[in-house]
DNA sequence: ATGTATGCAAAACATTTGCACCTGG
DNA sequence: CCAGGTGCAAATGTTTTGCATACAT
């Protein structure tokens, strides 16, 4: 039962926001934009407004049930923030991404940190590629 | 001779072109929005529109003299490109940047990209936090 | 001279906001 | 019932485009 996630928020377990969760939580596509979440759900025959998207996405970023990127084509993308922190490697062809995490480069990152006296708040990284596929074709 | 510089790139040495690309190589603050770019032009009383601007640099990061970023908020900031790739970090508070390179982030960056048979093409690591100075104020 | 670049205004996007209506607890 | 949430339309901020004029070669 979702909606008990919700309130715990402070945030009502309300329609749009029960259906944009299920979205992000069963889509085999987990990086999604506002745009893309609010064409899916007109698909499957919800209506919803583009702005409660946005307002729904912006919450759950606030309370940290989601994640928003913004990938260098300068679009921003959201995805369900599963509570580990993980890295991107993107295709630039066919829009593929990969999740990875590497302890050695968290640790270095670390410590760049330290050495400039920064507390650090969040970083990413995103690594642009061709994946092995779009290679062939 | 800048001219010349623009001239090997197939681009003609106009006016505009010539005043951006001084702008970016002079200013001491290296990492500028258009908008930023727009305004100090008009500040040293050049005619310029916002337009040719965006074109300009468009251009210029086409033919690999600037470099383009995304940083969080959603806002575009181009920097000169000097030849040698670096990383950033940011203080959210203040808005100062850090430019580093660590190579034992870049080796397991090109570790990971092999492991999963991707070719590279670009990659971008920005870490957000407050500063020594933010920390006390 | 002539093809390219520019400035301006309008268009195109992505995102946010105001407001009257609706809904969950 | 009523505070908070929603849909719609209008506003915003950034970036792009169309077009007549101006400029570099």
């Given at each position: 039962m979702e909606s008990q996630d919700l309130k715990k928020l402070g945030l009502k377990a309300t329609l749009p926001r029960l259906r944009i969760l299920q979205l992000l939580e069963n889509s085999l596509q987990?990086?999604?934009?506002?745009?893309?979440?609010?064409?899916?759900?007109?698909?499957?025959?919800?209506d919803v407004g583009l702005a409660t998207v946005y307002r729904?996405?912006?919450?759950?970023?606030?309370?940290?049930?989601?994640?928003?990127?913004?990938?260098?084509?300068?679009?921003?993308?959201?995805?369900?923030?599963e509570g580990y922190h993980h890295d991107h490697l993107l295709c630039i062809r066919c829009g593929k991404i990969i999740e990875f995490i590497d302890e050695k480069i968290e640790q270095q990152q670390r410590d760049i940190v330290q050495q400039h006296g920064f507390e650090i708040t969040d970083h990413c990284l995103y690594i642009y590629g061709i994946c092995p596929k779009c290679q062939k074709s």
């Open positions: 987990r990086h999604k934009s506002a745009e893309d979440v609010y064409k899916e759900l007109l698909e499957c025959g919800e729904v996405l912006t919450q759950f970023e606030a309370a940290g049930l989601v994640i928003r990127h913004h990938f260098e084509n300068g679009l921003s993308v959201f995805e369900l923030n």
